[in-house]
């Protein structure tokens, strides 16, 4: 089956740890994309890559940093000068050079700093 | 810029009753108009979207959503609810031209559907 994979489901980080969480797509999809999602905040958009070896900073990528060296997989790092890690962490991707773009979304990846 | 605001963060309404979920955009632009769901800690799906043509969209699990030009929102809605509505939902928009695929979201309004 076509989608989006995204691991760990849990993933536990000691403060000044740098992690990285994966995401990989087999719908031979064009872009992807990250997203951090907070309580009552929506989902806010970290990073994207619409192609290989390319990505853009979204609204919030302050402390985090990612790699687009194959279509199917884009990681994010989050690092140690993200000040508040916690959150759920979402994947998506679409296809591009259509009119109408749906955007896929992985499961997601709850991190937690202890 | 676009922008999304969802008036309400939580609706709780008793099963079978009807359902209004609303969604107000802001955009310079044309844009394109989505509503998704997030059931707990998954990802999201799609409801429906609004390309063009008819303002009234029909979506999965029974839902619709109506576009209103002038008064630029995009409320979701649903007859009969069931228990298995009971989510989260996200409004979102994005320009319709061009070659900016990226998504704004609402904050999101939790769905709780009571028996």
């Known amino acids: 089956d076509g989608g989006i994979t995204q691991s760990p489901k849990y993933l536990f980080r000691k403060e000044g740890q740098n992690v990285t969480l994966s995401c990989e797509q087999n719908?031979?999809?064009?872009?992807m994309y990250w997203y951090r999602q907070d309580p009552g905040q929506g989902l806010r958009l970290i990073y994207y890559?619409?192609?290989?070896?390319?990505?853009q900073k979204g609204d919030i990528a302050e402390g985090y940093s990612v790699s687009r060296e194959k279509k199917e997989s884009f990681p994010l790092t989050v690092t140690s000068a993200q000040k508040n890690p916690t959150a759920f962490y979402l994947c998506?991707?679409?296809?591009?050079?259509?009119?109408?773009?749906?955007?896929?979304f992985g499961p997601g990846t709850r991190l937690t700093v202890l | 810029a676009q922008s999304v605001t969802q008036l309400d963060s939580q609706v709780p309404v008793f099963e079978e009753a009807p359902v209004e979920l609303r969604c107000n955009y802001s955009?310079?632009?044309?844009?394109?108009l989505f509503w998704y769901v997030q059931y707990p800690n998954q990802g999201l799906q799609l409801l429906l979207k609004?390309?063009?043509?008819?303002?009234l969209v029909k979506g999965i699990n029974g839902f619709e959503a109506e576009f209103n030009k002038s008064q630029t929102s995009f409320h979701l809605r649903k007859p009969s609810v069931h228990i298995s509505d009971t989510a989260e939902y996200f409004c979102?928009?994005?320009?319709?031209?061009?070659?900016?695929?990226?998504?704004?979201f609402g904050k999101g309004t939790l769905l709780t559907v009571n028996p």
């Open positions: 998506a991707s679409t296809r591009l050079g259509t009119s109408y773009n749906e955007q896929f």
């Open positions: 719908l031979n999809h064009d872009a």
């Open positions: 890559s619409q192609i290989v070896n390319d990505f």
């Open positions: 955009s310079s632009v044309s844009v394109y």
């Open positions: 609004y390309l063009s043509g008819s303002t």
């Open positions: 979102a928009v994005r320009t319709s031209g061009g070659s900016n695929y990226k998504l704004t």
